[in-house]
């Protein structure tokens, strides 16, 4: 079993700024891809940032120049550092990461999600 617990969000002002982690525990082979998503009361869940194990990073049109999304591998943790926030950014926010795990000798990829902070930004 694989659990993603997510820390940092809260309440900020507009322009100013937070930083999200999420750390990824249990019986991880690998880790392929991390990222995060926000869903905003009333609205789809979307995607923000993505980071894979290799190449380069991909970021919604809406939090470029803004956000940037980062790794540590050898914690299997993420980042997420959200500057100039906007009061629509404000969303709960969602860790999300493509794991391989090996048990009883299968392997098996799938997605896991953590729980979700809650990210919210004054005007």
């Known amino acids: 079993q694989v659990q993603l617990v997510e820390s940092g969000g809260g309440l900020v002002q507009a322009g100013g700024s937070l930083r999200l982690s999420c750390a990824a525990s249990?019986?991880?082979?690998?880790?392929?891809?991390m990222g995060w998503y926000r869903q905003a009361p009333g609205k789809q869940r979307e995607l923000v940032a993505a980071?894979?194990?290799?190449?380069?990073?991909n970021y919604a049109d809406s939090v470029k120049a803004r956000f940037t999304i980062s790794r540590d591998s050898a914690k299997n943790t993420v980042y997420l550092q959200m500057n100039s926030l906007k009061p629509e950014d404000t969303a709960v926010y969602f860790c999300?990461?493509?794991?391989?795990?090996?048990?009883?000798?299968?392997?098996?990829?799938?997605?896991?999600w953590g729980q979700g902070t809650q990210v919210t930004v004054s005007s």
């Open positions: 999300n990461a493509r794991v391989t795990t090996v048990q009883d000798m299968r392997v098996m990829t799938r997605e896991y």
């Open positions: 249990g019986s991880i082979f690998s880790i392929n891809a």
């Open positions: 980071i894979p194990s290799g190449g380069s990073t």
